[in-house]
């Protein structure tokens, strides 16, 4: 399953910077949410 890749600590280990997994933006911090998959 994606949520099992997707960590935060599997995104600092790729990308090189920290990162934060499934939280929401600062309020007034425009975003945009990937769309859900069928699993």
Do not use: I, K
Request: glycine fraction near 2%; proline fraction near 10%; aromatic fraction near 8%.
């Amino acid at each position: 399953m994606p949520r099992d890749v997707l960590t935060e600590e599997n995104m600092e280990t790729v990308f090189g910077c920290r990162m934060q997994v499934s939280v929401a933006p600062a309020r007034d911090v425009p975003f945009v949410l990937p769309q859900l998959a069928a699993y």
